[in-house]
């Protein structure tokens, strides 16, 4: 069974996120989302709360999962006996930072390969960030995210 990683922060998952987590099933038996606690980060979502909804979201499909992890994405592939993680490029202006990563990644796990995957044209400028902001004013959502993601956010920003 060939397994991938794809980690991310995923705060809150976008419909560009699912995206490449379905085309990485084309590929891949497999798919693991590995949810960053990121403390350098401060995030809208919980970690539990973005585990649940990329679970609600895959519910049903047995071939992706979602945990938590905080460290290097190289032990946490160790950890799951993977040696691919899928990585998404939305422009060319992601590509030299993801470059850069995939490279200290491999010079830190010689064996790990880095898989980089496009999400349909229409995703490609879809980022969290854009749709948090978007979200806390009031903006309309369902093109961007799942209706779960939605109604989270809709409730956070309505606190």
């Given amino acids: 069974m060939k397994k991938a990683l794809y ?8 419909l560009g996120h699912i995206d490449i987590i379905e085309r990485a099933l084309h590929l891949f038996d497999e798919v693991t989302v590995a949810i960053a606690t990121s403390e350098a ?13 990329i679970e609600t979201i895959f519910k049903g499909n047995k071939n992706v999962r979602a945990i938590g992890f905080t460290g290097l994405v190289v032990d946490l592939a160790k950890e799951e006996d993977t040696n691919v993680l899928i990585r998404g490029l939305r422009a060319v202006s992601d590509f030299e930072y993801e470059f850069q990563l995939a490279n200290m990644n491999r010079a830190m796990s010689p064996d790990l390969e880095s898989v980089f995957l496009t999400p349909k044209a229409k995703f490609s400028f879809l980022s969290s960030t854009l749709v948090r902001e978007i979200a806390s004013m009031g903006g309309q959502l369902s093109a961007f995210v ?7 956010l809709k409730k956070r920003f309505k606190d």
Wanted: charged residues 30%; hydrophobic residues 30%.
């Fill in 146 to 152: 799942d209706p779960t993601v939605e109604e989270a």
């Fill in 7 to 14: 980690p991310g922060t995923f705060d809150p998952i976008t």
């Fill in 41 to 53: 980060k401060t995030p809208l979502f919980s970690l539990e709360e973005r585990i649940d909804q």
